[in-house]
């Protein structure tokens, strides 16, 4: 079992950054890849980014790439998202999932979830 904690939310301008930070408790946090997905009012749970289980590599939506990295510190089983250039259209409530699957932008392959983190951005 892994637990996920998503934090570093919060309201913001357009423009303006935000860092969230998801700290997984449980299981070898190392094992698993880790996603970053977002799901707005009335839409679909939606894919951000995803990182593997080493870092070695990401991958990211269109609307992310650019703007969006995603990292990840084992030693501290802590995954990041550092979101630059905001936009209203970025707000959401952002989760953070695991994947003993390996990386996928699928969010069925994934194992465990945060509680998500509220992002708003303002225009």
């Known amino acids: 079992q892994v637990q996920l904690v998503e934090s570093g939310g919060g309201l913001v301008q357009a423009g303006d950054s935000l860092r969230l930070s998801c700290a997984a408790s449980g299981r070898t946090f190392s094992n698993y890849a880790m996603g970053w997905f977002r799901q707005a009012p009335g839409k679909e749970r939606e894919f951000v980014a995803v990182?593997?289980?080493?870092?070695?590599?990401?991958y990211y939506a269109d609307s992310a790439k650019g703007r969006f990295t995603i990292s990840r510190d084992n030693a501290k089983n802590t995954v990041y998202l550092q979101m630059n250039s905001l936009r209203p259209e970025d707000t959401a409530v952002y989760y953070c999932?695991?994947?003993?699957?390996?990386?996928?932008?699928?969010?069925?392959?994934?194992?465990?979830w945060g509680q998500g983190t509220q992002v708003t951005v303002s225009s």
């Open positions: 990182i593997t289980w080493s870092g070695g590599s990401t």
């Open positions: 999932a695991g994947s003993r699957r390996g990386a996928s932008q699928r969010k069925y392959q994934y194992d465990y």
